[in-house]
C-alpha cells in the first residue's frame, strides 16, 4: 500500500510538473510571436469591477426607469418563457443603444470556452466580474490566444457592460490585453487556500485566493487612515523617531540587537516611542504621535508579534482623564467610520462601544472579581502570603504593587468583556508615571481592556527629573538582581526633563490588536500582513516557491555527536506491570500552542486526545520550544494524571520530554511520533 501511495504522490507530482512545462511553453509560444506580455508597462484602467456594477445599475435605472416587469400570469410555461425572453431583448437593446464603455484590469480566476464564445470571470482590488469573450468581436488570432491562457494570467479588458439572461452585470469584451503570463498553479478554486502556513508564508497567494483576507488588510487601511483623520482633527502633529537606539527603553520588554558598523557600536531596536516623543513635547510641539513598528524579543501566539505596529501620542497640558477622553471618542469613531456601527461583534459576541466606557480601579476591580481588598493589605510579605493561599506565582524580587498586577490578571482580565478603563495602578509597574497626590503608592495611568484584551495603556506622564532618575535606579536594581525587561536610566532623557516638561497625558496603542478587534480576526497573523514565521532552513526560498505542488526536499542525513552527552543513571528500583499499566499514554495532536502571560517557562496546549473534546496541558518548555513550531505535532501524552492548576489554568495531563545533559547546559526534546498515528492511539 506505501508503495502505491508513493507512486501515486510520484505521478500527482510528474502532472504538476508538466503543467508548469506547459506554462513556459506558452510563454515561449507568445515571445517568439511578439506578443510577450512583459513587455506591456502600463495599462489604462478606468473602472474597478465593482465600480462597474454601480455605474451599470446607475445607468439603467435611468434609461428603463418606470418600465414595469413582464407579467407572465395566466401564461404557459412555453409562453412565460418567450415573454420574458422578448422583455430581455427589448431590455437589451435599450441599454446596448446607450452603453456603458469601461476599461478593467485583473486576474482571471475562471475560464469557460464555448466555441466561438467564452465566459471569464477578471478578479481585481474590489472584486470580480464576467466578461463575455467572443471570437467575431475581438478577432480570431486574439480569441486564440485567449483560449490558450490559463487562470492565474493577468488580462486587460476594454468593452461595455451588460446584462446576461440571468441577471448579471457583465462586460462585452471588445479589445483584450495579455499583461501577465501566470507561471505558476494557483490553489484549486473550490477549496480555496486553507493551508495556514502557507497562508501567512505566501500571503500574495492567499490575498488572491481568500477575499475574507483581502477585505481585513483593505479594513486595516481604513482604520489607520481614520486614525489620522482624527488625531488631525484635534491639532495632532504626526511625527517620526529613531528606530536604532543606545538604549531601548518605556517599556518592560526584551530588545533586539544588533551592531552598527559605521560607528562600531552596539545598538538595540526600539521597544517603544516614549522617550523620544516626550523630548518633543520639552521641545514645545505640545500634541504630538507616531504610529511605527517596534520589536521586542519575546514569544509568537495568537496576539503577539516580536515586530508589531504601535501608536504613542503625548498632549501637553493635559492628564489621563484627558487621555481617557481621547480614547472613548476615538474608538467610537473608528467603530462608526470603520464599521458603520457603534456595535460590533467579535467571536460572536456583541461589543458596545457606543455607551460610555466603565471605570474601575486596579485595586476595585481585584476586590469584585477575587475579593480581596488591597487597599487593606499591610506590606510585601502580606501580598506574598495572599499569593501562596491563591497559588498565585511570583518572584522573590516582587513587591506588593507586583503581586496586585498578578492578581489582576489572573482574575479580573478574563471578565473584561465591554469596554472598561481599569486606572490607579501600584508605582512599582508604572516607572514612567505620576503619583496620585492623593495615595503615593499609586500612579495616575489606565489601561482599556475590551473583549479581555489591554488595548491601550495611557499615564499622567512624570516629568519630576529626580522623582523619574530614583524610579530608573529601581529599575537597575531589578536589572541587575535579573529582570531581563526591567528598563535602564536614560541620561540624555533625563537631562530634556531637567530642562522642564510640562503637565502631559500619554498613551500607547497597540495598532494590531485594534485591528483585530474591528475586524473579527482570530490571530494577529491574520492582520498582519507578514507575519513573523520560523525560518525553514537554507532551502526557505525553494521551498517557497514548491510550497503549492505540496512537494517535500529531502534533507541532508546528520550526523549527530553523542560523545559529550551525560545521562541520568537508570533507577534501581523495580516498577510492578500493573501500577505501570494504569498510566494513560495516548498520542495526542496538538491543535493550538501559545505562551502563557507572564510566563517565561510554560506553553500552553490545546490538544487533540482523539475524545472529540479538547484538552489543555501546560508544559515548561517554552525554553526549548517556540509555540508556533509545535502546531500540527503528533506528541505523546499521559492523559489520566489528576488536573493541576498553573498561572490559574488547569493542566489536564503531561506531555513526554526526553531530557540529557550537554557540557553542564540540560537539553530536551518532545517526543514527536509520526503523524500517521491518529489522535487518541494508546501506547503499549
Known amino acids: ?357 466603565a471605570r474601575l480601579t486596579m485595586n476595585d476591580a481585584i476586590k469584585k472579581y477575587a475579593g480581596i481588598d488591597f487597599d487593606e493589605v499591610a506590606d510585601d510579605e502580606a501580598a506574598k502570603k495572599l499569593a501562596d493561599e491563591h497559588h498565585i506565582e511570583y518572584e522573590d524580587r516582587h513587591k506588593k504593587g507586583d503581586i496586585i498586577n498578578l492578581f489582576f490578571e489572573e482574575y479580573c482580565e478574563k471578565e473584561l468583556i465591554q469596554p472598561t478603563f481599569i486606572m490607579d495602578h501600584p508605582i512599582e509597574i508604572s516607572p514612567l508615571t505620576k503619583k496620585k497626590p492623593s495615595d503615593p503608592t499609586k500612579v495616575e495611568r489606565f489601561e482599556l481592556f475590551c473583549n479581555t484584551w489591554e488595548m491601550c495603556n495611557a499615564y499622567s506622564e512624570l516629568n519630576d527629573p529626580i522623582d523619574q532618575r530614583e524610579r530608573f535606579a529601581a529599575q537597575d536594581a531589578n536589572a541587575a538582581a535579573g529582570d531581563d525587561e526591567a528598563e535602564h536610566t536614560d541620561e540624555d532623557f533625563l537631562n530634556a526633563l531637567e530642562i522642564g516638561m510640562p503637565p502631559t497625558g500619554g498613551i500607547g496603542y497597540g495598532i494590531d490588536r485594534l485591528v483585530m478587534l474591528l475586524t473579527d480576526s482570530q490571530a494577529i497573523r491574520d492582520v498582519l500582513l507578514f507575519p513573523t514565521m520560523k525560518s525553514q532552513g537554507a532551502a526557505k526560498n525553494e521551498a517557497n516557491n514548491v510550497a503549492q505542488a505540496k512537494t517535500v526536499s529531502e534533507k541532508p542525513v546528520e550526523k549527530i555527536d553523542f560523545s559529550k552527552v551525560e545521562i541520568e543513571p537508570l533507577f534501581k528500583d523495580e516498577v510492578d506491570f500493573e501500577t505501570f499499566s494504569k498510566s494513560d499514554f495516548r498520542a495526542v495532536k496538538v491543535k493550538e500552542c501559545v505562551a502563557v502571560p507572564k510566563s517565561k517557562k510554560l506553553l500552553q496546549f490545546t490538544l487533540d486526545d482523539g475524545t472529540g473534546v479538547e484538552r489543555t496541558i501546560l508544559s515548561g518548555i517554552h525554553a526549548f520550544y517556540e509555540p508556533e513550531e509545535l502546531v500540527g505535532k503528533t506528541l505523546i501524552a499521559i492523559t489520566n494524571l489528576p488536573p493541576r492548576a498553573m498561572m490559574g489554568i488547569e493542566s489536564c495531563g503531561m506531555l513526554l520530554s526526553a531530557i540529557h545533559e550537554e557540557e553542564g547546559e540540560e537539553k530536551l526534546h518532545l517526543l514527536m511520533v509520526d503523524d500517521h498515528i491518529p489522535a487518541g492511539a494508546k501506547l503499549y
Not at 33 to 61: C, M, R, W
Open 1 to 357: 500500500m506505501a508503495g502505491q501511495n508513493n507512486g501515486k504522490q510520484g505521478g500527482q507530482q510528474q502532472d504538476v510538473n508538466q503543467l508548469l512545462k506547459v506554462r513556459r511553453e506558452k510563454l515561449a509560444n507568445l515571445q517568439e510571436a511578439g506578443q510577450d506580455p512583459f513587455q506591456i508597462t502600463k495599462y489604462d484602467v478606468t473602472h474597478h469591477t465593482s465600480d462597474v456594477k454601480d455605474l451599470y445599475n446607475a445607468h439603467e435605472e435611468k434609461l428603463l426607469a418606470g418600465r414595469p416587469a413582464v407579467n407572465t400570469d395566466g401564461m404557459d410555461e412555453a409562453a412565460a418563457r418567450e415573454a420574458v425572453k422578448a422583455d430581455y431583448e427589448e431590455r437589451r437593446s435599450i441599454m446596448d443603444a446607450d452603453p456603458v464603455h469601461v476599461s478593467i484590469a485583473g486576474r482571471m480566476m475562471f475560464k469557460r470556452v464555448m466555441g466561438k464564445a467564452s465566459f471569464a470571470n477578471i478578479q481585481d482590488l474590489k472584486g470580480s466580474i464576467q466578461i463575455y469573450v467572443a471570437r467575431d468581436a475581438i478577432g480570431e488570432d486574439l480569441y486564440a490566444t485567449f483560449k490558450k491562457s490559463d487562470i492565474g494570467d493577468i488580462w486587460g479588458v476594454k468593452g461595455y457592460a451588460f446584462r446576461t439572461k440571468t441577471g448579471e452585470i457583465s462586460i462585452h469584451a471588445e479589445e483584450m490585453t495579455l499583461l501577465s503570463k501566470s507561471l505558476q498553479i494557483l490553489p484549486e478554486k473550490f477549496h480555496g487556500l486553507t493551508d495556514t502556513d502557507m497562508r501567512y508564508r505566501q500571503r500574495y497567494i492567499d490575498l488572491i485566493m481568500n477575499q475574507e483576507s483581502k477585505e481585513v488588510f483593505v479594513k486595516r487601511s481604513k482604520i489607520l487612515k481614520e486614525i489620522r483623520n482624527f488625531l488631525a482633527d484635534r491639532d495632532f502633529m504626526e511625527v517620526e523617531t529613531p528606530m536604532l537606539v543606545a538604549n531601548a527603553g518605556g517599556a518592560a520588554a526584551r530588545p533586539f540587537e544588533t551592531h552598527y558598523n559605521a560607528l562600531n557600536e552596539d545598538v538595540k531596536l526600539r521597544i517603544s516611542l516614549e522617550l523620544y516623543l516626550k523630548r518633543l513635547i520639552v521641545g514645545g510641539l505640545e500634541r504630538v504621535y507616531e504610529i511605527g513598528r517596534v520589536f521586542r524579543n519575546e514569544g509568537v501566539d495568537t496576539r503577539h508579534n516580536p515586530e508589531f505596529t504601535l501608536m504613542e501620542l503625548y498632549q501637553a497640558y493635559t492628564d489621563y482623564e484627558g487621555m481617557m477622553e481621547l480614547t472613548e471618542s476615538m474608538f467610537r469613531y473608528l467603530a462608526e467610520k470603520v464599521c458603520g456601527s457603534t456595535k460590533i461583534s467579535y467571536n460572536g459576541i456583541e461589543i458596545d462601544l457606543g455607551k460610555p466606557f
